[in-house]
């Protein structure tokens, strides 16, 4: 992961995640060199347009998709061309500027928008066969559980089909978390409303600390994957949260 937070609180984060596949050779190096490539491209403050919520969107868009690019070619940076399973990673990039979150994702490391007492809800959709069951029809908790439900359809590397994130926005009134992370945490807790429990539980407004309850607390549910876990606390209302799919 790469994380950077300007000082005021509720003024501007950068939260990125990139979770190498295992079965593919210097994942591990290829993942971090990934994160930081976002970040280097997400580090300034978005340009602010014409300064209404359509030109803001679409230079958002416009820039999660260069960092993905960014990501991307960092990542083939670190393969080996004659490998038969060359480096790859997810990714899921999240910017946090005042109440406006903005996020692109590959793969299928997520995130999520956690208000104070309420259920919350992912940001993210899936680049993985459980998703396509789930859009055939097939209940999200049989889906996830599916033999074959963390195999994803695209991700970042040399034999990646398609490096373009799904991009959202999300408008936030209120106290809450902004929560992105690799599976082997929501292998636990994939609903919202559970994870959302798992944070009220540690008790605390503190980022670090929650990040590693959380990560504790999915080791000691298994551990069965790497465990990644961002946080940026968000808001001061909560009368409402507007997501909305960010389309080029």
Avoid: K
């Amino acid at each position: 992961m790469a994380l950077l937070a300007d000082e005021p609180p509720d003024s501007r984060a950068v939260l990125v995640v990139c979770d190498g596949v295992s079965s593919a050779t210097g994942s591990d190096r290829a993942a971090m060199a990934a994160a930081r490539a976002a970040l280097e491209v997400l580090a300034p403050a978005f340009p602010r347009g014409l300064g209404t919520t359509a030109s803001t969107e679409a230079a958002a868009r416009t820039v999660l998709t260069r960092a993905a690019a960014a990501s991307n070619a960092a990542v083939i940076a670190h393969s080996d061309p004659s490998s038969e399973n060359p480096a790859s990673c997810t990714w899921v990039a999240v910017v946090v500027e005042g109440t406006e979150v903005h996020v692109g994702g590959i793969g299928d490391s997520r995130a999520y928008l956690l208000p104070d007492g309420g259920e919350g809800r992912r940001l993210t959709v899936d680049d993985s066969l459980a998703q396509e069951l789930v859009e055939a029809g097939t209940p999200r908790e049989e889906a996830e559980s599916d033999a074959g439900a963390h195999t994803i359809v695209r991700w970042l590397g040399l034999d990646a089909p398609d490096t373009t994130p799904r991009v959202a926005s999300a408008t936030v009134e209120g106290p809450g978390w902004v929560l992105v992370c690799s599976d082997g945490l929501w292998n636990y807790a994939s609903e919202p409303a559970a994870l959302r429990a798992q944070v009220d539980a540690l008790g605390s407004t503190d980022p670090q600390e929650v990040a590693l309850g959380l990560v504790r607390w999915a080791c000691a549910q298994g551990g069965r994957d790497n465990v990644t876990v961002a946080l940026a606390r968000v808001g001061t209302q909560w009368p409402d949260t507007e997501v909305r799919e960010n389309h080029g």
